[in-house]
T-cell receptor, first 115, second 113 residues
Framework: DGGITQSPKYLFRKEGQNVTLSCEQNLNHDAMYWYRQDPGQGLRLIYYSQIVNDFQKGDIAEGYSVSREKKESFPLTVTSAQKNPTAFYLC??????????????FGAGSRLTVL | AQSVTQLDSQVPVFEEAPVELRCNYSSSVSVYLFWYVQYPNQGLQLLLKYLSGSTLVKGINGFEAEFNKSQTSFHLRKPSVHISDTAEYFCAVSRGNFNKFYFGSGTKLNVKP
């Protein structure tokens, strides 16, 4: 079955360390997204990519970095510059074509905790 | 920028009772509207979407929503809830040539026996 795989599901980080969250999709979707979820705040967009080798900052990109070297993969690095990284991170994808009517498909999420 | 307001952060309801989860959005242009559901420690799943046409949209698990352009609302309803409907529900809006989504803060539905 097609879908989005995020790993790891749980991750612990010491302050000052960079960590990378993996996101892989086999849906043949062009567009991929990273969202951060905090209790009571909904989902906030970190980065998105419409096509390979191209990506744009979302609303809360500071302290994060991404790459899009392959259509299937969109890893997110949480750097030491991110002051409050403890959160639930969700990767999503869509066909990205045409109108804004395309549906987002989500992965199961990665929970990052800073010790 | 878009904004999406979910007026209730938590909604407690007894099993088999009806429920309405409210969603209002701000936009002066046409938008596409969505409701997603999230079970604990999982990703989001699409419940239903409004793109155009009939203002009453039916989704999975017996949920429906009504688009009201004059009130800029897209409230989610279910006539009789089950324990298994306990989850967090998110309203979302997108528009334009690329679907950059804007999400509400979520409503936790707690169905009690």
């Amino acid at each position: 079955d097609g879908g989005i795989t995020q790993s790891p599901k749980y991750l612990f980080r010491k302050e000052g360390q960079n960590v990378t969250l993996s996101c892989e999709q086999n849906l043949n979707h062009d567009a991929m997204y990273w969202y951060r979820q905090d209790p009571g705040q909904g989902l906030r967009l970190i980065y998105y990519s419409q096509i390979v080798n191209d990506f744009q900052k979302g609303d809360i990109a500071e302290g994060y970095s991404v790459s899009r070297e392959k259509k299937e993969s969109f890893p997110l690095t949480v750097t030491s510059a991110q002051k409050n990284p403890t959160a639930f991170y969700l990767c999503a994808s869509s066909t990205g074509h045409g109108s804004g009517a395309n549906v987002l498909t989500f992965g199961a999420g990665s929970r990052l905790t800073v010790l | 920028a878009q904004s999406v307001t979910q007026l209730d952060s938590q909604v407690p309801v007894f099993e088999e009772a009806p429920v309405e989860l409210r969603c209002n959005y701000s936009s002066s242009v046409s938008v596409y509207l969505f409701w997603y559901v999230q079970y604990p420690n999982q990703g989001l799943q699409l419940l239903l979407k409004y793109l155009s046409g009939s203002t009453l949209v039916k989704g999975i698990n017996g949920f429906e929503a009504e688009f009201n352009k004059s009130q800029t609302s897209f409230h989610l309803r279910k006539p009789s809830v089950h324990i298994s409907d306990t989850a967090e529900y998110f309203c979302a809006v997108s528009r334009g040539n690329f679907n950059k989504f804007y999400f509400g803060s979520g409503t936790k539905l707690n169905v009690k026996p």
